[in-house]
């Protein structure tokens, strides 16, 4: 039994982190609401808000690591319906269209 809860516990505690992510690079721009990362010569632009912990002077120019979650915000859903019956009209359009 205190093996299965043992498992169990160790599996609570890894899941979470499947949703956390990370950059690390210097920093290119600060503010309020994002900070800038350079990144294998790409920018990567992450939210910021009031409930952002920072630990350290963060500035632009400091090598950071920034560990984020990536969250839905809203999701447009197209039924599978919709979808075949448009697939359906653009392969008879396909049809009726003269061969060159």
Do not use: C, N
């Not at 632009?60 to 560990?67: E, F, L, N, P």
């Amino acid at each position: 039994m205190k093996r299965y809860i043992g498992s169990f516990a160790a599996l609570m505690l890894i899941a979470p982190a499947a949703l956390a992510y990370q950059v690390t690079g210097p920093v290119l721009e600060v503010t309020d609401t994002k900070i800038v990362v350079e990144k294998d010569k790409e920018k990567w632009e992450i939210g910021r808000d009031k409930d952002t912990k920072v630990s350290g002077d963060l500035k632009k120019g400091s090598r950071v690591t920034i560990q984020y979650r990536m969250t839905a915000t809203s999701v447009d859903v197209k039924d599978a319906k919709d979808t075949k019956k448009e697939a359906a009209k653009d392969s008879k359009k396909d049809a009726k269209a003269p061969a060159k």
